[in-house]
């Protein structure tokens, strides 16, 4: 039961930030803008957020109100990823660049300079930035702060006594971070903005003809940026929720998680419910990978060298599958990728 709640708990952790990088992806795409700069954004966004947390870490405010300082955090990760996002939208929608090699080029950038400027800062060979202890909400800070605050003390006590070391205080708090409600927040938000909204009915109509859509007024152009600054703000924000699950500190790398996000959005057909199933169903692969030597009916390979890889290369591997499987259901918005010119009908 114990490996059972850990399993389920790691999966949604690890399924937030390709949930809210993957919904990035499908608001630049369906305006009309192929975001492969998914990866650098996260990086800019995770190295923004931890170096963040770094200046506060013993500021008095953020012992004192830690998941305050953990919503800074998340505010300025977002911020940070949605400006770096603006250069892939300059080059793709005032220069008509190539959508495809800018977003390479700003993931070429993004480590780069994430590790030239974490030398600056904590010097030369000091790659990783450490994430402050009271960025998780744990057991003991959820009853001491949010329970014993409403229902006082005592209630707070026996709360944390009912639930530490049992299914439900696994499941729920041995990694538990403020982006994970958040995450499901911003999915009810999407998918308000992309069908009930007159935003998001321009935002489709632009990946989908933007010449109609100009014709009625709607300037494609400012959409197009919009569909990409809400791109690189969620962006952001995987970025430093990635970090938080992966649990090590922010090495200057999100390993590939950007482009397992774009074959989530893919494999989601662009639509934000099937995101949510697609980022689980990636996620699981992924934690299945993490936790395969305590599973105790997977095959161990005890006499293949290097087997500890065999299952970390799970969710890559089934990444290909589903795409070769899925690829001709697949509907992109038909103008993505395409510059748009306005003397063209």
């Given at each position: 039961m114990v490996i059972l709640s850990d399993i389920i708990s790691m999966t949604v952790l690890f399924a937030v930030p390709l949930l809210l990088v993957a919904l990035g992806g499908m608001f630049s795409e369906r305006s009309g803008i192929i975001?492969?700069?998914l990866e650098g954004?996260?990086?800019i966004g995770a190295l923004a957020g931890c170096l963040f947390m770094r200046a506060i870490s013993n500021a008095p405010f953020a012992v004192e109100a830690p998941q305050f300082a953990m919503l800074l955090t998340i505010l300025v990760s977002a911020l940070c990823g949605a400006l770096f996002s603006l250069l892939l939208a300059f080059a793709s929608i005032n220069l008509r660049a190539d959508q495809t090699i800018g977003g390479?080029?700003?993931n070429m950038l993004a480590p780069a300079f994430a590790v030239v400027l974490t030398w600056a800062i904590q010097g030369q060979g000091q790659t990783t930035i450490l994430i402050p202890t009271w960025a998780r909400i744990s057991l003991?800070?959820?009853?001491?702060g949010f329970v014993g605050s409403i229902f006082g003390a005592d209630a707070g006590t026996r709360f944390f006594e009912a639930l530490d070391g049992t299914f439900v205080g696994n499941l729920f708090f041995k990694?538990?971070?403020?982006?994970t409600p958040i995450a499901f927040v911003l999915l009810i938000a999407a998918i308000i903005v992309m069908y009930r909204t007159k935003l998001?009915?321009?935002?489709?109509?632009c990946g989908e003809h933007p010449q109609a859509a100009d014709s009625v007024g709607i300037n494609v152009y400012k959409m197009r940026y919009t569909g990409v600054f809400i791109s690189g703000l969620l962006g952001g924000i995987g970025g430093i929720a990635y970090t938080m699950a992966a649990g090590a500190?922010?090495?200057?790398?999100?390993?590939g998680y950007g482009f397992l996000a774009l074959a989530v959005m893919i494999f989601g057909n662009w639509k934000p419910l099937n995101i949510l199933g697609a980022s689980f169903f990636f996620a699981l692969f992924k934690v299945i990978g993490s936790y395969s030597s305590s599973i105790p009916f997977l095959p161990s390979f005890e006499n293949v060298a290097a087997s500890d890889y065999i299952y970390q290369m799970l969710p890559y591997i089934v990444t290909m599958i589903i795409l070769v499987l899925t690829s001709k259901k697949s509907r992109a918005p038909k103008a993505e990728g395409i510059p748009y010119d306005k003397g063209a009908r």
């Amino acid at each position: 039961m114990v490996i059972l709640s850990d399993i389920i708990s790691m999966t949604v952790l690890f399924a937030v930030p390709l949930l809210l990088v993957a919904l990035g992806g499908m608001f630049s795409e369906r305006s009309g803008i192929i975001n492969i700069a998914l990866e650098g954004i996260m990086i800019i966004g995770a190295l923004a957020g931890c170096l963040f947390m770094r200046a506060i870490s013993n500021a008095p405010f953020a012992v004192e109100a830690p998941q305050f300082a953990m919503l800074l955090t998340i505010l300025v990760s977002a911020l940070c990823g949605a400006l770096f996002s603006l250069l892939l939208a300059f080059a793709s929608i005032n220069l008509r660049a190539d959508q495809t090699i800018g977003g390479t080029a700003l993931n070429m950038l993004a480590p780069a300079f994430a590790v030239v400027l974490t030398w600056a800062i904590q010097g030369q060979g000091q790659t990783t930035i450490l994430i402050p202890t009271w960025a998780r909400i744990s057991l003991q800070n959820f009853s001491d702060g949010f329970v014993g605050s409403i229902f006082g003390a005592d209630a707070g006590t026996r709360f944390f006594e009912a639930l530490d070391g049992t299914f439900v205080g696994n499941l729920f708090f041995k990694s538990f971070y403020l982006t994970t409600p958040i995450a499901f927040v911003l999915l009810i938000a999407a998918i308000i903005v992309m069908y009930r909204t007159k935003l998001g009915l321009r935002l489709r109509s632009c990946g989908e003809h933007p010449q109609a859509a100009d014709s009625v007024g709607i300037n494609v152009y400012k959409m197009r940026y919009t569909g990409v600054f809400i791109s690189g703000l969620l962006g952001g924000i995987g970025g430093i929720a990635y970090t938080m699950a992966a649990g090590a500190g922010f090495q200057s790398t999100v390993a590939g998680y950007g482009f397992l996000a774009l074959a989530v959005m893919i494999f989601g057909n662009w639509k934000p419910l099937n995101i949510l199933g697609a980022s689980f169903f990636f996620a699981l692969f992924k934690v299945i990978g993490s936790y395969s030597s305590s599973i105790p009916f997977l095959p161990s390979f005890e006499n293949v060298a290097a087997s500890d890889y065999i299952y970390q290369m799970l969710p890559y591997i089934v990444t290909m599958i589903i795409l070769v499987l899925t690829s001709k259901k697949s509907r992109a918005p038909k103008a993505e990728g395409i510059p748009y010119d306005k003397g063209a009908r």
